[in-house]
């Protein structure tokens, strides 16, 4: 009896293990947002931040990128502020152009994103698909320019990633403080 009693007990953790494994969400959304505040988002994992120099054709800024990866793709908010508002909106050409152009991508007609776009004096809405080491991506983005601060909110992987539940989660909870 005490054999049977061994592998009924190792046969539950087994199931237990397992129930819990099925259980454990492949996105677990969670609130973050750069160090200095200037967003708030929800992120499928646990978030990372770096901050980069990065050149918007003319401007070079400093830009924090706070992501987090699930899923097979990268969920990212980058935030930089410019000299000025007029700096800021003329910025956001640049950015389309680069995210576009480093997956060699092609953009398609993009509806309009979920989430508020008040507030914003310029926004401007990506959807492309292109590749990147020799893997097939989706780029949903929404850049966006509040007074002399840029935004840059996105979703870069497969297509299973960016669906239409995790572009509605993802979208809807960008808020800019």
Known sequence: MPRLSSTVSLLGLA????ALAACSPRYNWREAS???AHFVVLLPGKPASVTRAVDLDGPRVEMIMTAAEAGGATFAVGT???ADAAAAAKALDAMRTALINNIGGQPRPAPRLPGKADGFSRIIDIDAHGAAGGRSLRLV????ARDRRIYQVLIL????????ENIETF???FKPT
């Not at 983005?141 to 966006?144: D, I, V």
């Not at 992987?157 to 239409?164: E, H, N």
């Open 80 to 82: 930089a502020e410019l």
């Open 157 to 164: 992987g497969d297509d299973k990633a960016a669906s239409d």
């Open 141 to 144: 983005a929404r850049l966006a």
């Open 15 to 18: 199931c237990a293990a397992l």
């Open 171 to 173: 979208f809807s909870s």
């Open 34 to 36: 750069d160090n200095g």
